[in-house]
């Protein structure tokens, strides 16, 4: 090293200085003569030379024990200090526990704001899980407030750090519950999301004139929508949307009370809407709910119109900001006018779905099971507010107001889709569609 070559050890040897990067051997009488003056020190009273005290570190090697003895004390007091100045992460005096505490016995309306259910509901939740045995309390989380945890972060689509923060717990604590809520809820989905009547009518379409007798088989409505996913680069191709962002296509089925009845969600984004139907429907292991003879599902124009499935008259107005054109058939018109409004129920269910759960609108980096678990975990759940919770007014759209948000699926396919569809269409369901059709229009004069 630099430090070890004292005033009388060899300078004319070859030794390089590291921090200098040069070689020392083959110096001057000037280079050594400099080098001399500036490892020794003259004492302003006797007038010897003396070495440095940085030389005298570096050549004693009871001075270097010194040396590495005092770093580590120093480093030992720099260690104390920083622990007894640690601030721990959750130093709140309100607890978890205390937060949910505070929702159950306060207002209901708070309630009902945080976790989208009321005190009733939440109480026969608890109960489902508790009962069988789905989640055990611990010494840090009760059953209720594992379940009040899960129900904000989908209510309100926080991350699991906002979750953390806000519940008080480790971040592992919150994803472990999120996991295990999320399968549980899967598990429910067979006794919560069930089948319709296919033997019963809707009161909706019973006592409205016009929807009764022409759709008396109509059993309920059929629509894919997109819940945004995160994924990895090697598969975001396959999920990116016509739309350019990355999504799971979500196929289901909802009847006139705005429940869900099937549901199939995980589809890549770019698969169509049409595609997921089919497989559903001609799959045993996807288990779809056929509907009997003499009646169906209402689907758009993006699907056939075959047996079980009435679709719209396609080239002709659809929407209701398309009825104030003067061109096309009145008579096909009147019928998609009224399809419209009555398939309109799942769009409606739809957005009620996706504001009472604002997770569905942005799901966190999880893996893409869970993410998928967590939209059936939603759709469970909805059906579970539906049947136990009256007071969700807030969440519910104007119930007359058509829905032009599917507008686009109307025009969807080209001209060539559109007539390989037009020959591909059952004659059975082409006769149904035309008798309900004139049977609107020659109605209207009475």
């Known amino acids: 090293m630099w430090g070890s070559c004292s005033a009388t050890g060899n300078l004319a040897s070859p030794t390089r200085n590291p921090y200098l990067g040069r070689d020392e051997g083959g110096a001057s009488d000037d280079d050594l003569d400099s080098q001399e003056d500036l490892t020794m020190d003259t004492s302003p009273r006797s007038g010897e030379k003396r070495p440095r005290t940085l030389d005298v570190w570096y050549d004693s ?7 590495v003895l005092l770093v580590c004390v120093m480093d030992s007091v720099i260690r104390k200090i920083r622990r007894q100045s640690r601030i721990p992460k959750h130093v709140s005096s309100f607890s978890g526990h205390e937060k949910m505490c505070e929702l159950i016995t306060g207002h209901e309306g708070l309630l009902l704001e945080h976790i989208r259910m009321n005190r009733d509901c939440f109480h026969r939740l608890v109960t489902l899980f508790t009962v069988q045995n789905r989640l055990q309390e611990t010494h840090t989380l009760t059953v209720q407030e594992q379940l009040m945890m899960f129900l904000t972060m989908v209510a309100h689509g926080d991350s699991n750090r906002r979750t953390s923060y806000e519940w008080k ?55 894919g929508t997109h819940i945004p996913c995160v994924v990895d680069a090697d598969v975001a191709a396959a999920y990116r949307n016509r739309k350019g962002f990355t ?22 984004g770019s698969c169509h809407d049409a595609r997921v139907l089919n497989v559903a429907t001609s799959n045993p292991a996807f288990m779809f709910p056929h509907a009997p003879e003499g009646k169906y599902y209402l689907v758009d124009a993006g699907y056939k119109n075959k047996p079980g499935f009435l679709a719209p008259f396609r080239g002709q107005n659809y929407h209701l900001h398309d009825r104030r054109r003067e061109d096309g058939d009145r008579r096909k018109e009147m019928f998609n006018y009224r ?85 591909e269409e059952s004659n059975d369901m082409g006769h149904i569609r035309d008798h309900i059709a004139n049977a609107m229009w020659n109605d209207r004069l009475d």
């Open 61 to 67: 090697s009871d001075d270097d024990d010194d040396v």
């Open 169 to 223: 717990h480790s971040g592992e604590t919150v994803s472990r519950y999120i996991d295990t809520i999320s399968s549980h809820l899967v598990q429910l989905a067979s006794r919560f999301i069930v089948p319709p009547d296919f033997d019963d009518v809707s009161t909706v379409i019973a006592k409205n004139r016009r929807f009764f007798p022409y759709f008396q088989g109509c059993v309920g409505a059929i629509d």
């Open 247 to 268: 999504s799971q296509n979500v196929m289901v089925v909802v009847d006139f009370e705005m429940k869900f009845t099937y549901l199939v969600a995980g589809w890549e």
């Open 339 to 423: 399809h419209a409004f009555l398939r309109n129920v799942i769009e409606r269910t739809f957005g009620v779905w996706k504001s009472r759960f604002r997770i569905l609108r942005g799901i966190p980096r999880y893996p893409l099971e869970k993410q998928r678990d967590i939209v059936i975990a939603c759709a469970v759940l909805h059906n579970f507010i539906k049947l136990f919770s009256s007071e969700e007014a807030v969440f519910n759209p104007e119930d007359d107001a058509v829905d032009d948000g599917n507008a686009e699926d109307v025009g969807e396919a080209s001209t060539q889709q559109q007539q390989q569809q037009q020959r």
